[in-house]
């Protein structure tokens, strides 16, 4: 059964105490929450306060996605705010591995994203120094694109480089999951599902979280 990592971006920012009352009744077991700083990616969303605020009123697991340039500047300020595991983008760290220590020295497992361009095979050297590698299955930036199909392929991949290293890195597919897909999705190798639209804008979302849950 995948681990459930709801979008934030999706969500109803008007009712944000609501979205966190929802999931906290959920089995749902990360909160995945975008930051965009407009330079990275083309889109800005919401930052450091917002992510306070969402720690005073979530149970669950904070999965912070850095889609920022030099993102190890604010390390200890998304450790501050809360974050318990934060991904940086192998596009934005020239330093990864001393990235990824540092993230850890601050308490937090060590994530890294990668774009759809990006070889799973560039993350080798250092597999066994990454808690979660965040495959993009989208174009980072925006909530509700079409999952690329390719991802299947890179997950497998992704897989047998972690079993051959023996490492427990997790796998998480971030962008375009549903329920039509997350069954595939987790035979291929995936271990964590983030899912906004899905969730978020669906009739009743705790039920499509526990329908998400149930896929083996
Ligand atoms: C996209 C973000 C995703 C986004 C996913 O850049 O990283 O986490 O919220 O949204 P959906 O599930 O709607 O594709
Ligand atoms: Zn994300």
């Known amino acids: 059964m995948p681990i459930i990592a709801p979008s934030l971006l999706a969500a109803d920012f008007l009712k944000l105490s609501e ?5 906290n009744e959920s089995e749902a077991e990360y909160f995945h929450l975008d930051v965009m700083d407009g330079s990275f990616v ?12 969402i720690k005073t009123a979530t149970t669950k697991v904070l999965d912070v996605h850095l889609m920022i340039v030099s993102p190890e500047k604010y390390i200890a300020d998304f450790k501050k705010a809360g974050a318990d595991i934060l991904t940086v983008h192998y596009e934005a760290c020239p330093h ?23 070889s799973v095979e560039l ?12 495959v993009m299955s989208v174009n980072p930036g925006f909530g509700g694109q079409k999952f690329i199909e390719h991802t299947y392929e890179k997950v497998k991949v992704l897989k047998q480089i972690i079993t051959t290293a023996g490492a427990t890195t997790l796998i998480e597919i971030d962008g375009g999951v549903t329920e039509n897909n997350a069954a595939k999705l987790v ?19 705790k039920q499509m979280i526990a329908t998400l849950k149930a896929i083996r």
């Open 19 to 23: 979205a966190c009352k929802m999931l």
């Open 42 to 53: 083309p889109n800005i969303s919401y930052g450091l306060p917002i992510i306070e605020q």
């Open 123 to 134: 993350l080798k050297e250092v597999i066994k120094d990454i808690d979660l590698v965040c």
């Open 187 to 205: 035979a291929a190798g995936a271990d964590v599902l983030v899912a906004g639209t899905t969730v978020f804008k669906a009739a009743d979302p």
């Open 96 to 118: 990864l591995h001393s990235t990824l220590q540092q993230i850890k020295a601050h308490g937090m497992k060590a994530g890294v994203a990668i774009n759809p361009h990006t």
